[in-house]
């Protein structure tokens, strides 16, 4: 709708590997990132140094001070995202400056073909590698953000300790907030933090996604039903025959009939294995499941 956007932010670095970056991979309509360096101000990182913080708090800056300050040292870029594009950060830039989309609240008519192209609609996928791992029935933990760095020493998962949940809170808040913090400082004892709150998650089902094919749609679902299996069933998308979607160049886009749309069972749990292909999930269904 062209009022979609993503808050301005700096990505959480607890559990992103060193060294590596955060790739962003846009479709559909133009977008616009904004990144703008971090706000002065008096929260400090945790390896500041107590000469260093004694000095600043004697010193205090009045929020309209700061206010000014803010107007005249941030700087800010904007970098257009058109379809099949990628955006790539490093994390050196992600701890010095915010990064989000704000709300495009022009008129229609002030907008470039490449904005709203697609019908407007946008697809955003984002990579991170992450360096800390969980056990299959998340109850263990290890590696980078965590507490234990190997698998050989895994810990426990915490969920809903509320001391060790406002531990991890402030943390993010510090890297959020201060310029080039230093990671080791805010996380480097590690967190083996899963959930904050205490209500974990309902029991997870396993799901279908159905192909349209009802033959073998309803082959599977009968096999589903005998084994009293309780299952999530997804229907396939719905398809919409259009010629009023456009590129970015203004061609017309007309949606066609849906192949290759293949049956496929995700197993509940960690791992969320995929079986897909009448014969596969059944033969996998009846070794599983029947008594």
């Not at 001070?65 to 005249?72: K, M, S, T, V, Y």
Request: glycine share 8%; hydrophobic share 35%; proline share 6%.
């Amino acid at each position: 709708s062209g009022q979609d956007h993503i808050s301005e932010h700096s990505d959480k670095t607890l559990d992103i590997v060193h060294g590596s970056k955060i790739v962003n991979v846009s479709l559909g309509a133009q977008r616009t990132m904004r990144l703008r360096t971090k706000r002065p101000t008096t929260l400090q990182d945790p390896g500041t140094s107590h000469d260093k913080r004694r000095s600043r708090d004697t010193t205090p800056t009045p929020d309209a001070q700061l206010n000014a300050e803010d107007g005249r040292s941030r700087v800010t870029q904007r970098i257009p995202m058109p379809h099949n594009s990628m955006f790539v950060m490093g994390l050196e830039t992600n701890g010095s400056w915010l990064h989000g989309i704000m709300p495009d609240k022009r008129p229609a008519a002030e907008h470039i073909p490449a904005e709203s192209a697609y019908g407007n609609m946008r697809i955003s996928i984002t990579f991170r590698l992450i360096g800390t791992f969980l056990s299959a029935d998340s109850k263990l933990i290890w590696g980078q953000g965590a507490v234990a760095k190997q698998k050989s020493d895994a810990r426990p998962t915490i969920n809903g300790n509320l001391e060790e949940s406002q531990r991890l809170i402030n943390a993010f808040g510090v890297e959020n907030q201060v310029t080039a913090p230093d990671w080791n400082s805010i996380y480097g004892t590690g967190f083996d933090v899963l959930h904050l709150n205490s209500e974990l998650p309902e029991h997870e089902k396993p799901m279908l996604f159905l192909s349209g094919d009802e033959d073998i749609d309803t082959g599977v679902t009968k096999c589903i039903s005998e084994l009293n299996i309780n299952v999530e069933i997804v229907d396939p998308p719905v398809e919409r025959l259009t010629s009023e979607l456009v590129d970015a160049n203004g061609d017309p886009l007309i949606l066609t009939a849906a192949h290759g749309c293949v049956i496929c069972f995700r197993q509940a749990g960690g791992m969320h294995s995929e079986l897909q292909g009448k014969t596969a999930i059944i033969e996998w269904l009846r070794e599983t499941y029947a008594p």
